[in-house]
């Protein structure tokens, strides 16, 4: 056995964990592997270490997964871009584990790597790789091999590529479905590399078989692709051979493929042009919209106001708002609240008249849906509609449903919109919020919920940013400090709670005058839970106030608290002392 | 899929050439065969078995949580020597297994929340894709589904270290700070990402020399993902899709589809859960996937249907595409007629064209063509009607008998009580129909009343012998030896059948 040198120490211990049996330790290892590779200098790790992981592929699948994700930056560890290839074993072997993520892991470093390397080595060593994992045995390799493709097929030479052509189009075939499902997910990627004479030929010749497979898991994946193939295409091409399919798809037996449409379809539309967009891909749509299945409208739903981008607005008044009008009721919570979460984007496009006679109604409509989901979506979109219609006519339907939604009994909701207020503040404006709001804002802090009262407490610091020291010393610091005299501990905790939070924007001269001396009655309060609270708030107080104030006041009143017969109080006691203390130091 | 349309062709759908011989079935094997008056411990009685696709392994679950593995070992690559293997007779030849492994796959644990306890008693195994020479599958109890591997690891010592462990005996305590990167003594700090080591690096450095001691190799099975919380009810059933990466679960109610990578999500497909459970009058008794279609599976229900679905048609399928139903014959209706109608297990042909199914009566041949009827029925329990009052008296009327075809379809098989199980043959103009006793002797209790075949009045060929209520030697059947769960083997005529904690094999 070997012994090291006292300063070697740990990196030889480092090293020495790559095989430790607590695989955190490996992990830890495997993470530093640059740090071993420099150590071990560019040579030695060419030659030994890398060898050393190939050899250790049977590892748990953690340290797998960071090794994969190591070696794709490795190159300058090896010596440069000309030793790339000595990184290409361990990858390989990775590339045909059982485990996803691992392989996808490894794909991407491989990826990376063969994407530096110079063309000779490309041929010399990587095109080999795919070829062998194209015809590994088990189909984790295959479906790795799927992946690396477009790398390898760059500065082949011409037999090369049609050979790398001709194994993928096997590899289309295959017997498993997850190697067909590989290739399925690839075929764009692969196509972007491809001279265009190919394009036509054979890739879309692969890509009409895995239109037509038997595995509905397999089509699915083909519809993915769509969009990336077409926009390769030369237009007239994409109208011929992908536009027939898409269309075809859109009335597919399975939802599932017409779900992939559905959430595809305007990126197809970019791909064939405007003229079919009127022709082909709207009524295709306007089925996908009227879809029997739920979630295939839900996708649909998602996409309008995108689709309707791509239209003028009388196409889209005239075909796609009947649809919306017909979804805005649709039976499925989800379809309504998939819509609501995107229908304010069409103001912008129908503009303030059309709005206000075609939307409003369904704006309208889904404020008051009984789903809170859909009140919430409409709520979080509202700057939109805003700078179309205009705040007042918002407001009047608008503010009842803020104000129901304020008082939803599932606590979720109220977070929810509690999230929103300050957003909704700075729309409506001070007068406005100063009616209506303001109460609310209050009520959250004696909510029953305890996140509600905390994210209460976060609100009142947003809206005093959002209106100012002045305001907010008008409107909540004297409901605040009301709140600490409230008999419920609870309350009188949220009311420091809130202190702590407003202290920082209101100032060291309002935090002085009001906040100080209510902390300091509070740190006399009969529960410990108070006291401690006090401690803590004091010490996060020490930055915003005068030295001479600490001095005075905040000492004195910690060094009470340190000798409380609480032992939690004392403890949180002296270490605001301490910071006092440090910050002295400092 | 290759030769599913010869698949079709031999079983019963029609072949010119009339049915094959009937088969004459041997004892092969038994694993944990009961010596006379040993005792049978509850955690070790088998509760699934299950062959894999190439029918190299035989995986068996039992009701202590464990599953134990089998290997084929008459395959050409498993057998010794070429001489051995010439030695051989080869009509003798048929598949054996040996013993590979077994593991812990379920515990017993308790629902804090619902007060219940739940078993670990395995109730279903199903083999996944195997990849790089590791195995996978699948094993669930009433609550919880796991995905296995079991692989062969060479044992491997590490030889060589930079720091030599003996001499350092503390070294379990300097490891941790160095191991977070902290090293507070040190100004030069090697772990650091731009402390400039020599470029030719550190000579004395070197890495851990690993090296194989011994030819042996251990297996080791390892969870791989566990997918849990999603079921309500019991488990019933649980079947892979033959897309590869998605299987079912179902239990009394829901019907759920899993991804075998995605453990914390799974989608309801199936939900016959009524608003008002007080309304609830019939529950899911088994699932399984359509061995070619990814889209197709089918689950039986308590009141003797079949219903095929579509998962193309909508995402949530409560609604069925095919709906396969046997019409009650008339004036036949008893206090029975419902509990005994309850399917217990189905089972897909190799091809997907046709259904098996078991009640506690039948055995039962579906074509998903024909939603008409059944193409057959079996005999299997009619001799036990006059007594279905005894039978509901101590609960052996809910026994929940499984099924199982040949790999090419032309024979069917299900277990009885006593220990006996029955195979019949299921190609058109068959009259095979054999009773054997799970024991070493299976031909010991057949009875040899002609296999007659009747005509019913919906013109379905009914077959199979009557057994007397009582066996060859006068005995009152019984009914606490009951053979609930078997396989066949996917390619030959072999059938593996649990008898309490044995598990026998024959050939025919």
Not at chain 2, 416 to 427: D, I, P, T
Not at chain 2, 474 to 503: R, V, Y
Request: proline share 5%.
């Amino acid at each position: 056995m070997a012994m090291v040198d006292e300063p070697l120490y740990p990196i030889a211990v480092l090293i020495d964990e790559l095989k430790n049996d607590d695989i955190q330790l490996r992990l830890n290892s495997i993470r530093r592997l640059s740090t071993i590779a420099r150590a071990l200098g560019e040579e030695r790790t060419r030659k030994e270490l890398i060898p050393f992981l190939s050899e250790n592929s049977d590892d748990d699948d953690e340290v797998l997964l960071a090794m994969a994700g190591e070696l794709g930056v490795f190159i300058p560890f090896v010596g440069g871009v000309e030793h790339a290839h000595v990184l290409l074993p361990p990858l390989e072997s990775l590339c045909t584990v059982e485990e996803t993520c691992v392989r996808e892991k490894a794909v991407d470093s491989l990826c990376k790597i063969g994407s530096e390397m110079r063309e000779s080595d490309l041929v010399d060593s990587f095109v080999p790789l795919v070829k062998r994992l194209a015809a590994g045995e088990w189909f984790a390799a295959r479906v790795s091999a799927c992946g690396l493709f477009h790398v390898a097929y760059q500065g082949c030479t011409d037999v090369l590529k049609t050979e790398l052509r001709s194994i993928y189009n096997q590899l289309c075939q295959d017997d498993m479905p997850m190697v067909r499902r590989a290739a399925a997910t690839n075929l764009g990627k692969f196509a972007t590399t491809l001279e265009s004479s190919y394009l036509n030929a054979e890739i879309m010749t692969m890509f009409d078989d895995l239109t037509k497979d038997e595995q509905d898991s397999v089509r699915l994946l083909a519809v993915e692709g769509c969009a990336a193939l077409g926009k390769l295409l030369e237009p007239q091409d994409c109208v011929a051979r992908v536009l027939p399919v898409i269309v075809n798809f859109s009335q597919d037996k399975s939802w599932r493929v017409r779900y992939m449409v559905a959430n595809q379809l305007y990126e197809l539309c970019e791909a064939v042009g405007p003229d079919c967009t009127k022709t082909d891909l709207v009524p295709a749509y306007v089925r996908l919209l009227q879809d029997n299945e739920a979630e295939v409208r839900i996708a649909a739903a998602g996409k309008v106001t995108k689709f309707c981008q791509l239209l003028n607005p009388e196409l889209s008044i005239q075909h796609i708002l009947p649809c919306v009008k017909d979804l805005s009721s649709d039976s499925s919570q989800h379809v309504r609240s998939a819509l609501a979460s995107v229908i304010m984007g069409m103001a912008p496009i129908l503009g303030k008249d059309s709005t206000i006679e075609h939307l409003l109604p369904i704006f309208l409509s889904l404020l008051k849906d009984e789903f809170p989901d859909v009140r919430l979506n409409i709520i979080s979109k509202l700057d939109q509609v805003n700078q179309v219609i205009g705040i007042d006519r918002l407001s009047q339907s608008l503010l009842p449903a803020i104000v129901e939604l304020a008082e939803d009994r599932h606590w979720r909701v109220r977070l929810a919109i509690i999230e929103y207020v300050p957003l909704l503040a700075s729309q409506l404006g001070i007068g406005f919020f100063d009616d209506k709001l303001g109460a609310l804002c209050m009520q959250w802090l004696q909510d029953k919920v305890y996140s509600i009262r905390e994210a209460g407490a976060n609100n009142l610091k947003r809206l005093a940013e959002e209106f100012g020291s002045e305001w907010a010393m008008q409107h909540l610091v004297p409901q605040v400090l009301e709140m600490v005299n409230n008999p419920h501990y609870l309350h009188r905790m949220m009311a420091l709670r809130a202190i702590s939070l407003m202290a920082p924007v209101m100032g060291s001269e309002i935090t002085c005058s009001k906040f100080l001396p209510v902390v300091v009655e509070a740190s006399k309060d009969i529960v410990p839970n108070i006291k401690f609270n006090v401690a803590k708030l004091m010490q996060s107080l020490i930055p915003i106030v005068d030295q001479s104030v600490v001095d005075k006041t905040i000492r004195q009143c910690l060094v009470d608290l340190s000798e409380d017969p609480d032992v939690d109080v004392r403890y949180f006691a002296n270490q605001a002392l301490q910071s006092i203390n440090g910050a002295a130091v400092a | 899929m290759k030769g599913g349309g010869d698949d079709a062709a031999s079983s019963a759908a029609a072949s010119a050439s009339g049915p094959p011989p009937s088969l004459e079935w041997r004892f092969s094997q038994v694993f944990g065969e009961r010596t006379a008056g040993e005792e049978v411990h509850e955690v070790d009685i088998i509760s699934a078995i299950e062959f894999d696709k190439s029918g190299d392994h035989l995986a068996t679950g039992d009701r202590g949580g464990r599953v134990v593995l089998f290997e084929r070992t008459d395959t050409k690559d498993n057998v010794g020597s070429r001489r051995d293997a010439e030695q051989m007779d080869y009509s003798v030849r048929h598949p054996e297994f040996r013993y590979k492994t077994e593991f812990q796959s379920h515990e017993p644990e308790f629902d804090y929340l619902k007060s219940l306890e739940i078993e670990e008693k395995i109730n279903k195994i199903r083999w996944c894709q195997p990849a790089n020479g590791a195995l996978f599958l699948l094993s669930t109890n009433d609550k919880t589904i796991k995905y296995w591997k079991v692989q062969e690891k060479k044992i491997k010592k590490i030889s060589e270290m930079n720091i030599d462990p003996s001499k350092d005996p503390g070294s379990s305590s300097p490891l941790p700070i160095i191991a977070n990167g902290v090293h507070a003594d040190k100004p030069q700090d090697y772990l650091s990402k731009d402390f400039p080591f020599p470029p030719g690096g550190i000579p004395s450095l070197r890495l851990p020399l690993v090296v194989v001691t011994s030819l042996e190799t251990s297996l080791v099975a390892r969870c791989r993902r566990v997918y849990a919380h999603a079921h309500d009810y019991h488990i019933n059933s649980i079947s892979n899709s033959s897309d590869g990466e998605t299987f079912i679960s179902a239990d009394d109610l829901r019907v759920n589809l899993w991804n075998l990578e995605v453990s914390n999500q799974s989608f309801n497909i199936v939900d016959v859960k009524p608003t008002n459970m007080e309304d609830l009058t019939e529950v899911i008794t088994s699932a399984e996937f359509h061995p070619i279609h990814c889209n197709m599976l089918a689950y039986s229900s308590s009141k003797g249907s079949i219903r095929l679905i579509d998962m193309r048609q909508s995402a949530l399928c409560d609604s069925h595409t095919k709906l396969f139903e046997e019409p009650e014959a008339p004036g036949s209706r008893s206090f029975f007629t419902e509990i005994i109608a309850s399917i217990s297990d189905i089972k897909f042909s190799k091809n997907g064209r046709y259904i098996l199914s078991r009640d506690y009566m039948t055995l039962k041949l579906w074509d998903i063509n024909m939603d008409s009827g059944p193409v057959a029925s079996y005999q299997v329990h009619e001799h036990l009607r006059p007594r279905l009052c005894d039978l509901y008296e101590n609960d052996s009327i809910f026994d929940k008998f499984e099924c199982c075809l040949s790999g090419d379809g032309s024979r069917v098989a299900t277990g009885s009580y006593s220990n006996l199980f029955r195979v019949f043959g299921a190609s058109q103009g068959s009259t095979e129909a054999a009773t054997l006793e799970a024991s070493k002797n299976p031909m010991r209790r057949q009875i040899q009343a002609p296999a007659r075949s009747s005509r019913s009045m919906t013109s379905v060929a009914r077959r199979g012998s009557e057994s007397p209520g009582s066996d060859a030697n006068g005995n009152a059947h019984d009914f606490t030896t009951k053979l609930l769960h078997m396989a066949w083997h996917p390619t030959e005529n072999s059938i593996a059948c649990a008898a309490a904690n044995s598990l026998y094999m024959y050939y025919g």
